[in-house]
Every structure is written in structure tokens, then in C-alpha cells.
């Protein structure tokens, strides 16, 4: 999700010089899409999912109030703002209008000043719903997802890979004497540390669809739609090197003398008969291995649910 970048502006309206004044006028600040017709406006709104729709009401063959039902029938545009501009002017055109869904009316011959303020204001309510949207999603202290987020993604992946019948892995990172660490250094050290985990986790993850998220305390989990687990278990050993050559010091570990982690994963595949709480199991049970074989290490379970841990080498 874009936070910080320009916010797009599809404007649909049938008649050649309202389209281009309204491009001219929004262009200087906004990202501009154009729709001639109410067909057009749809195939535009469900391919670049504006932040904002302008639709002209009097439209040919499908006029604004059937693009908004269309809009707002659709699970992936239902919630874009729509600002009618149109000819009819009576109150109750209006009404009616914001009674379907719309955010707000204006009346032509518009108003350019007025058109930016309520452009203005529409797109600052959007950025403001995003953003709320986005920080109930994140964790505060370590800018990672946080476990309703990874619950909602995880949820839907494992359905996705039964679906497909494409691997599905995932893996849980704890790290080594984080109790002692935060006794030793203090809990302010302790979060400074914590945030440089997730870094480095971030870090590591390179694909869009990967997600990480602190599922608890000290504990991070890595979902890994659509990889192997020879795949998974490489990059999961790799975050574990990343982690380790931070050198943060750890004098009260008996493990090293700088902070590590310990890892236990599993891969799904996708026509196994296994559920979603039995992969998060089984890479539970393969990291709680993982630390008492003696910690920083990396434990993996390939995709057969029947094969026994895959211990990976040390990072």
C-alpha cells in the first residue's frame, strides 16, 4: 500500500472539454486517469484502483448511477470515493446521489476552486482511512505485521496453496536468550535490538507476497507463498546470518557472544492433506528442536508431511 505517493484521479465524463479542463486543473498535483464512458470508467477504476473517481451523472448508455452500483457490487472497487459532477442541480438529484454512496456532488458549470477544495478534502480522507488501516496491520515497537495481520494473510494463502495445489511455507525465528539479553542490557536495549531484527528480517525477504510479522515477544514468524523448501530454508538461514553478523553484543548468552536466533520451518504442499494450524505446528515443534539441540540453528521440514526434520546448517 502507497502511502506517500501521488494519489490518482480518474475523471469520467462524456464530453471532451470537461474531461480535458479537469485533467489540466488536477494534473499539477494529482495522477489523472480519463474515462469517456461509463464502460471505460469501470475498466479503469477495477485496472489502477484510483483513490478518487469525478463521474459525470449524464453519461450515454450507462449513466453514473449504474457506474456507481457497478462500482460498489465490486469487492476490489467498492470502496473508492466517487464525487458526481452533473447538470442537475435540484436537491434531490443530489440526495439521491449521496444516498447511493457517492461522497459528495457538485453542480456544473463547476466551480474550479471548489472542485480542488473537495478534491482536496476527499483524497485527505482517503489518505487518513489508509493510514489507520495500515497502522492496525502493523506492530509499533517493530514496524513488522503484526499477528492479526499474519492471521488474515496466513488464512488466506493456505487456502490459496490447497487451491492450486503450489507450496506453502513457513517459518518461526525466536531469538536466542532474549530474557537474559533484556536483564543484562535493560528493555531499552532490548527494543533497539528488537527493531534491528526486523530489519534485518525485512530485509531478507525480497518477493512482495512474502510477509513477516512479530507473532509475539521476541518471536518473528516468515510466510513464504509459492516457495519450496529448499527455497524457504535457504533464505530463512540467510536472515539468521544477516541477524548474527549485526555483532550486537550479547554477553549473557551461553550460545555466542552476539545476539543469534534459532529457526523451525515447514513447507506445505499444496495437495497434502495437512491444515493450517498443523503447518504452524509443525515449524513450532521444529524451532522448540532447533533450540534444544542448542539454539542458532535452522530446522526445516520439507513438503511430505511423513519426512523427518531437515536440520540446516548453522548461519
Given at each position: 500500500?502507497?502511502?506517500?505517493?501521488?494519489?490518482?484521479?480518474?475523471?469520467?465524463?462524456?464530453?471532451?472539454?470537461?474531461?480535458?479542463?479537469?485533467?489540466?486543473?488536477?494534473?499539477?498535483?494529482?495522477?489523472?486517469?480519463?474515462?469517456k464512458n461509463g464502460e471505460q470508467a469501470l475498466e479503469r477504476a477495477a485496472r489502477h484502483l484510483p483513490d478518487l473517481i469525478l463521474l459525470d451523472v449524464m453519461m450515454p448508455d450507462m449513466d453514473g448511477y449504474q457506474v456507481l452500483r457497478s462500482l460498489r457490487a465490486d469487492e476490489q472497487t467498492a470502496n473508492i470515493a466517487v464525487i458526481f459532477i452533473s447538470g442537475l442541480g435540484r436537491p434531490e438529484d443530489e440526495a439521491i446521489g449521496l444516498k447511493m454512496g457517492a461522497a459528495d456532488y457538485i453542480a456544473k458549470p463547476f466551480n474550479e476552486t471548489v472542485v480542488m477544495a473537495r478534491v482536496a478534502m476527499q483524497l485527505q480522507m482517503v489518505?487518513?482511512?489508509?493510514?489507520?488501516?495500515?497502522?492496525?496491520?502493523?506492530?509499533?515497537?517493530?514496524?513488522?505485521?503484526?499477528?492479526?495481520?499474519?492471521?488474515?494473510?496466513?488464512?488466506?494463502?493456505?487456502?490459496?496453496?490447497?487451491?492450486?495445489?503450489?507450496?506453502?511455507?513457513?517459518?518461526?525465528?525466536?531469538?536466542?536468550?532474549?530474557?537474559?539479553?533484556?536483564?543484562?542490557?535493560?528493555?531499552?536495549?532490548?527494543?533497539?535490538?528488537?527493531?534491528?531484527?526486523?530489519?534485518?528480517?525485512?530485509?531478507?525477504?525480497?518477493?512482495?507476497?512474502?510477509?513477516?510479522?512479530?507473532?509475539?515477544?521476541?518471536?518473528?514468524?516468515?510466510?513464504?507463498?509459492?516457495?519450496?523448501?529448499?527455497?524457504?530454508?535457504?533464505?530463512?538461514?540467510?536472515?539468521?546470518?544477516?541477524?548474527?553478523?549485526?555483532?550486537?553484543?550479547?554477553?549473557?548468552?551461553?550460545?555466542?557472544?552476539?545476539?543469534?536466533?534459532?529457526?523451525?520451518?515447514?513447507?506445505?504442499?499444496?495437495?497434502?492433506?495437512?491444515?493450517?494450524?498443523?503447518?504452524?505446528?509443525?515449524?513450532?515443534?521444529?524451532?522448540?528442536?532447533?533450540?534444544?539441540?542448542?539454539?542458532?540453528?535452522?530446522?526445516?521440514?520439507?513438503?511430505?508431511?511423513?519426512?523427518?526434520?531437515?536440520?540446516?546448517?548453522?548461519?
Amino acid at each position: 500500500m502507497n502511502l506517500v505517493g501521488t494519489q490518482k484521479v480518474l475523471v469520467a465524463d462524456d464530453d471532451t472539454v470537461n474531461r480535458q479542463v479537469l485533467a489540466e486543473l488536477l494534473k499539477p498535483e494529482y495522477t489523472v486517469l480519463l474515462a469517456k464512458n461509463g464502460e471505460q470508467a469501470l475498466e479503469r477504476a477495477a485496472r489502477h484502483l484510483p483513490d478518487l473517481i469525478l463521474l459525470d451523472v449524464m453519461m450515454p448508455d450507462m449513466d453514473g448511477y449504474q457506474v456507481l452500483r457497478s462500482l460498489r457490487a465490486d469487492e476490489q472497487t467498492a470502496n473508492i470515493a466517487v464525487i458526481f459532477i452533473s447538470g442537475l442541480g435540484r436537491p434531490e438529484d443530489e440526495a439521491i446521489g449521496l444516498k447511493m454512496g457517492a461522497a459528495d456532488y457538485i453542480a456544473k458549470p463547476f466551480n474550479e476552486t471548489v472542485v480542488m477544495a473537495r478534491v482536496a478534502m476527499q483524497l485527505q480522507m482517503v489518505r487518513q482511512r489508509r493510514m489507520l488501516e495500515h497502522l492496525a496491520h502493523v506492530d509499533g515497537l517493530t514496524e513488522l505485521a503484526n499477528r492479526r495481520r499474519f492471521d488474515e494473510v496466513y488464512e488466506t494463502e493456505w487456502q490459496r496453496s490447497r487451491r492450486n495445489g503450489r507450496p506453502l511455507s513457513l517459518a518461526l525465528l525466536d531469538i536466542d536468550s532474549f530474557k537474559q539479553y533484556n536483564d543484562h542490557y535493560g528493555h531499552p536495549a532490548g527494543d533497539r535490538a528488537l527493531r534491528a531484527v526486523a530489519r534485518a528480517v525485512s530485509s531478507g525477504l525480497r518477493r512482495p507476497a512474502d510477509l513477516a510479522a512479530r507473532y509475539g515477544g521476541e518471536e518473528v514468524v516468515l510466510l513464504m507463498p509459492d516457495t519450496e523448501a529448499a527455497q524457504a530454508q535457504q533464505v530463512v538461514s540467510a536472515i539468521c546470518a544477516a541477524i548474527a553478523a549485526l555483532q550486537i553484543q550479547h554477553e549473557a548468552s551461553s550460545v555466542a557472544p552476539m545476539l543469534t536466533v534459532s529457526a523451525g520451518g515447514a513447507t506445505l504442499n499444496g495437495t497434502a492433506e495437512e491444515s493450517c494450524s498443523d503447518l504452524f505446528c509443525a515449524a513450532d515443534t521444529l524451532l522448540y528442536q532447533a533450540k534444544k539441540a542448542g539454539r542458532n540453528r535452522v530446522l526445516w521440514r520439507a513438503a511430505a508431511a511423513d519426512l523427518p526434520p531437515q536440520s540446516g546448517a548453522q548461519p
